[in-house]
């Protein structure tokens, strides 16, 4: 079923009780494309339902554990004079078995020579606040775990977008990717393994529609509410399903997937979702479906890794050394906090500074980053959203301009999503460097709203990682500093696509062409009047509707 008018009541007058009147102009205007999205809140051509997206769909407060340890009681130095990462992953483990806690971090600096891991759910890490506590790593991910080198080939180094030198990632599939790596098996790094064959069918779906939240189980005995479970939709020979990823038509019929295999590595699409009811055969999610279930997909719930759940990071910054930069692709592993094969987690008050890649979504779904900044030498990645990673909330973020220049040979992106992953989240965000990178790997229907840019990154993604964007990328009030439209004004390139009130841009430095022919389908509303569009922020517009 999906979600009806009837159940979004409330609208415009919704909005305004929630959020206020204030952060746009007296004169403006409710868009038009969000009085059609009322309409059809669920299956909008153009606009993604976002609603629910960040741990326990998008609250405002995450759970607090009782405190299971100080660390400093167990042997961390918040003097910085010698290594505290075994104290601070003791405590975590230790917490973990217990069942959970957390574990604080009094004011200080800590060195750490190692990697913080928590691999347990229910475990949080919480220091003082980003001001006043500080972890101060002196290695990086190759020198601790080794090299990790591409799966698709190449001399390329995966430590450019995977690892954190803060990894939040469940104990056993973590252990089973760490010792791929030194075995020099590059694996594939989401919900089903290695080889991705590590999954057990609960039950196969009947059809259903996109923007459904009740699915037909053919066998609901192995279902529960309260369950995680991961929606697998595999592809057909002819495409279909990723033509359908792509918003259908003449276009995506068209194009050519075959040759595209990096991008055809990314299917089946594995969507975690938890269950929230079961009443015989119906099944209630949690969230709308992103996509049609359809025979020709084999469409089925799956049991995939042990999930993390409910574990988090809160109130400190993590320092890196103050090294340069490596060329592009090459990077060593200074990385932030990455949250992998995790649902319903958060990092708030967290600061990364003078990192290869800040903060990670790596086949992560329902997270939410809240408050969090990437700052020092310039990031390769500030924020990286792959291998299928749904349903995330980064809020209130800011990537702050570069403190020294950046070497030859290095890339910046900025805001980045790829590899499938859908229905993600960047809300009132400020970029004083990097771009809306979107990264190949066709993601779509995701939502980056009420965001100020100066738009000088650039995107990347090889040719066989095929589209730059499936249908259904919203975004709604950006204000670009700098006039470039690259990767924000999307209706030239972008299928099914809205860009509504940004600034008025043009064309320069990297010029993208879109990879469907035919008519794309896209909308652009008030274009060159950012802030003059009601509402001024899509995601919390979509919160403040009234659901079931």
Same mark, same amino acid.
């Given at each position: ?8 009541? +409330?609208?415009?007058?919704?909005? %305004? ?8 102009? =007296? ?6 494309? $969000? ?15 976002? #609603? ?48 959970? #806690?957390? @574990? ?14 928590? +691999? ?6 919480? #220091? ?84 459904? %939240?009740?699915?037909?189980? /053919? ?15 595999? &592809? ?6 990723? /033509? ?26 594995? $969507? ?19 996509? &049609? ?27 890196? =050394?103050?090294?340069?930069?490596? =060329? ?17 987690? $958060?990092?708030?008050? %967290? ?95 995701? @939502? ?27 975004? $709604? ?5 700098? #006039? ?8 030239? @390139? ?5 860009? @509504?009130?940004?600034? /008025? %841009? ?43």
């Amino acid at each position: 079923m999906a979600l009806s008018r009837r159940q979004f009541v +409330g609208g415009a007058a919704a909005v %305004v009780a929630a959020t206020g009147a204030t952060g746009f102009s =007296p004169s403006a205007r409710p868009a038009a494309l $969000w009085r059609e999205f009322e309409a059809a809140p669920s299956t909008h051509p153009q606009i993604p339902y976002v #609603g629910r997206a960040g741990a326990h769909a998008g609250a405002r407060r995450a759970p607090r554990p009782p405190v299971a340890a100080n660390a400093v009681t167990l042997g961390a130095t918040p003097d910085g004079s010698a290594d505290s990462a075994p104290a601070i992953n003791r405590a975590l483990r230790e917490a973990g078995e217990r069942g959970g #806690g957390t @574990v604080l971090l009094p004011p200080g600096t800590y060195r750490i020579d190692d990697y913080l891991r928590i +691999g347990h759910s229910g475990v949080v890490l919480r #220091g003082a606040g980003s001001g006043r506590t500080t972890l101060l790593a002196t290695r990086n991910l190759t020198e601790l775990i080794g090299p990790y080198g591409s799966r698709y080939g190449g001399d390329k180094s995966s430590w450019s977008w995977a690892g954190g030198l803060v990894w939040l990632s469940p104990h056993a599939r973590h252990a089973s990717l760490t010792a791929a790596i030194r075995d020099r098996a590059w694996p594939f790094e989401g919900w089903t393994g290695n080889r991705r064959d590590e999954w057990t069918t609960l039950t196969t779906l009947r059809p259903a529609r996109r923007g459904d %939240v009740r699915v037909t189980a /053919e066998d609901p005995s192995a279902l529960r509410r309260g369950q995680l479970v991961v929606l697998r939709l595999a &592809d057909d020979a002819g495409h279909t399903l990723l /033509e359908h990823m792509a918003g259908g038509g003449p276009g995506p019929e068209a194009y050519t997937w075959d040759d595209k295999t990096k991008l055809t590595s990314y299917v089946p699409y594995e $969507w975690p979702v938890r269950i929230t009811g079961v009443a015989g055969r119906r099944v209630t999610l949690e969230r709308p479906l992103p996509l &049609d279930l359809r025979p020709e997909w084999d469409p089925r719930l799956v049991s995939g890794a042990e999930p993390l759940t409910d574990s988090g990071v809160v109130g400190l910054t993590l320092e890196a =050394p103050l090294v340069a930069q490596s =060329p592009h692709l090459l990077d060593k592993g200074y990385n932030g906090v990455t949250f992998q094969c995790a649902y319903d987690c $958060w990092a708030e008050d %967290v600061v990364v500074r003078n990192v290869d890649n800040g903060f990670g979504l790596v086949a992560a779904s329902a997270c939410t980053l809240r408050r969090t900044r990437v700052e020092g030498r310039g990031s390769h990645h500030p924020y990286f959203c792959r291998e299928g990673a749904h349903d995330n909330l980064v809020e209130e973020f800011r990537i702050a301009a570069r403190t020294v220049p950046a070497p030859a040979g290095t890339q910046l992106h900025g805001i980045n999503v790829e590899g499938l992953s859908s229905h993600n989240v960047w809300s009132r965000g400020v970029m004083e460097t990097g771009t809306f990178d979107t990264h190949r790997g066709m993601p779509f229907a995701n @939502v980056r709203t009420e965001i100020t840019v100066e738009n000088d990154g650039r995107h990347g993604g090889d040719a066989s990682a095929g589209p730059l964007y499936g249908a259904r990328f919203a975004h $709604w009030n950006v204000t670009v500093t700098n #006039g470039r439209a690259g990767l924000v004004k999307i209706d030239t @390139v972008a299928p099914y696509s809205a860009t @509504v009130g940004i600034s /008025e %841009v043009r064309e320069f430095d990297q010029t993208d062409v879109p990879d469907f022919t035919g008519e794309l389908h896209a909308r652009v509303e008030a274009y060159g009047s950012p802030d003059t569009v009601r509402p001024r922020n899509l995601y919390e517009a979509q919160r403040a509707l009234s659901r079931e």
